[in-house]
């Protein structure tokens, strides 16, 4: 009995081990360890950048230190962006303060890599010297908080393989954008390492590839390879041929992903998101899922909520004075806008405060109006509706007089089959929410020509897009493939910037609306805006939330400049970087002409 009971005990510590060693050797778990390897490289570093600010080391090696911390942190972003995103923000977030997310009175200061980068590019700041290394010390202080969590944090392979695909996302939208290296302009070797990554990542999966899929993993390396490369050929930041990369790299790789993930059997996520878990590309015509940007799934879109909503659009039905639908300020024929610089009120007297903006791809957005005063596409049509100046009427008188019209009642019973009550205040909202959703302009020339068909766009045109990309930075706000502030590549949020509108053309005194401040006093917020789509704007003028430009050429003149700051007026809160583009002529002509092929007929 006893030599039983020490075999079934010496069996079970063997099936142990043997379970332990399996697990230690798993992927997930060798993907870990790529893990910690790689944010000890950064933390190492990082600590090095610290002692040689405190030696006053030469400045290239300062300069030197903090662009091999950021070419190491490029080989973890996929991870701690997927991962720890809070973590990832501190250690590599936008340099401007933000609102606390526990409390919408208090100012959260940035800090991480993009704060530290002005101390030290494109000249040292030597006489900032404690302050710079404070933020240094912050920073690896945040890296003990990362390696801490990430030594518990259990990976699993379609975690993995859904943060690899969006790392190349993250590449095509932010990376080669500048978004998060504007001054040191280091964008295309971090890109290139971020590249990386995921090629010694899905590495780590050879042995898993049966046979017949070893050439799909095999062709996978070959792309990352050739798209290291592409980014690593020499050019500079201004000259680097962004449309080229995303055509011949960027999109395919991702793709690649997909399919490697496919033939391992690695299920995607079933996450509903704003990009699609299944989206090959993120110019696929139906990449993006408006449902998404829903209170819950009961707001779902469907064809009948459609059919009533367009219906509804239309109809002055639900203006107080029976003269005013939706459709009078947005109007297909001017990408769902009215051409005005402001719109008359019900009154017909005065103007609305703000330009109309276009209702194409709102859908796509996680808050809304100018000044992101709401989430969904349901309370616009609330505001807008109840809103004396715009329709002046009343929801539950509306329900009542639809609930009478022999022509409504069939279409909210359609619509809304398992409502008690259909005809409802929710349900008139849900049914115009879900119209506007269906608004979508993702087929322009320049999406034909990102998805295959070259003959769409010209040479001026595509140069245009780089511009774009690149010198002009239009990209690092109007994030590519929405061309709005929805920032990529989750698409959770949306920007609000501070880019100094004058109250005229002419003028050199900013625009008296204070945007989002009326909302938020929070002085960060005081003339902040939500950043609109381009996509289109050759059909949406006049321009700014005051509809103050007339055309494209003024739109640009005013960025060239550098905002309201450039041109001379005192806002030390603008988020727009206020040092003078330089464009030329034909650069300008360029980026207008890349524009015009955003629109969607």
């Keep these: 009995m006893k030599k039983t009971s020490i075999f079934i005990t010496l069996m079970t510590l063997i099936t142990w081990m043997a379970c332990m060693s399996r697990q230690e050797d798993s992927k997930p778990k060798q993907v870990q360890n790529y893990y910690l390897k790689q944010i000890a490289v950064t933390d190492s570093l990082v600590k090095q950048l610290s002692i040689s600010i405190e030696k006053n080391a030469p400045n290239k090696e300062l300069q030197s230190l903090f662009k091999q911390s950021r070419l190491a942190y490029k080989k973890i972003e996929f991870l701690v962006e997927y991962y720890n995103p809070l973590t990832a923000k501190s250690i590599n977030g936008a340099p401007i303060p933000a609102m606390d997310d526990n409390d919408q009175h208090k100012i959260d200061q940035p800090e991480g890599f993009q704060v530290i980068e002005p101390f030290l590019f494109p000249e040292v700041q030597a006489s900032k010297k404690e302050e710079l ?8 202080a945040n890296f003990i908080r990362l390696k801490s969590v990430a030594e518990h ?3 699993a392979n379609t975690q993995i393989f859904d943060a690899l695909r969006l790392e190349s996302f993250r590449i095509i939208t932010l990376g080669i954008s500048g978004f998060d290296a504007a001054i040191a302009q280091n964008s295309m070797a971090e890109a290139a390492q971020a590249l990386q990554s995921v090629k010694e990542v899905l590495g780590l999966y050879k042995t898993d590839f049966v046979k017949k899929d070893e050439k799909v993993l095999a062709n996978t390396l070959d792309l990352l390879q050739k798209g290291i490369n592409n980014l690593q050929s020499g050019k500079d930041f201004n000259s680097f041929d962004r449309m080229f990369f995303i055509t011949n790299f960027g999109n395919p790789i991702s793709a690649a992903i997909k399919a490697c993930a496919t033939s391992l059997k690695i299920a995607p996520s079933k996450d509903l998101r704003a990009l699609r878990v299944d989206a090959p590309t993120l110019f696929d015509q139906n990449a993006f899922d408006a449902n998404f940007y829903t209170a819950n799934a009961e707001a779902h879109m469907s064809p009948a909520k459609v059919e009533l909503g367009n219906k509804l659009f239309y109809d002055p039905i639900l203006s107080g004075t029976g003269s005013r639908s939706c459709g009078s300020c947005h109007k297909p024929e001017m990408a769902f806008t009215d051409g005005l610089i402001k719109s008359a009120a019900l009154d017909g007297k005065s103007k609305l405060k703000r330009n ?3 209702l194409l791809n709102s859908g796509f957005q996680p808050s809304l109006f100018y000044d992101n005063r709401v989430n969904y596409l349901e309370d616009q049509a609330n505001d807008v509706i109840n809103n004396k100046d715009e329709m002046h009427g009343s929801l539950p008188a509306a329900v009542g007089k639809l609930k009478s019209d022999s022509l409504y009642f069939p279409l909210f019973k359609k619509a809304f089959p398992d ?7 929710l349900n008139i909202r849900n049914a115009l929410g879900s119209y506007i959703r269906t608004l979508v302009s993702l087929n322009s020339s320049f999406d034909k020509y990102v998805r295959g068909d070259h003959s769409k766009l010209n040479k001026d045109q595509v140069n245009g897009f780089n511009l774009y990309m690149g010198k002009a930075k239009c990209g690092t706000c109007h994030f590519t493939p929405l061309f709005n502030g929805t920032v990529p590549p989750d698409f959770r949020t949306i920007e609000t910037e501070v880019i100094g509108v ?3 053309a ?10 989002k401040y009326d909302l938020r006093k929070l002085s960060l917020y005081k003339n902040a805006f939500r950043t609109p789509t381009v996509r289109n704007i050759a059909l949406t003028a006049p321009y700014m939330h005051n509809g103050i430009y007339s055309t494209l050429e003024e739109v640009i003149d005013f960025y060239n400049e550098g905002g309201g700051v450039g041109l001379g007026m005192d806002i030390p809160n603008q988020t727009l970087p206020f040092d ?5 002529k034909k650069e300008k002509e360029n980026i207008i002409s890349f524009l015009k092929t955003l629109n969607d007929q």
């Design 419 to 425: 409502s008690k009550e259909p005809v409802s205040d």
């Design 502 to 504: 004058p109250e005229s």
């Design 506 to 515: 002419n003028s050199k005194k900013i625009d008296a609306d204070k945007g």
């Design 356 to 358: 109309t903006p276009t």
């Design 580 to 584: 003078k583009l330089n464009l030329t």
């Design 133 to 140: 290394l404070r933020e240094v010390n912050i920073l690896i």
């Design 153 to 155: 944090q259990e990976l």
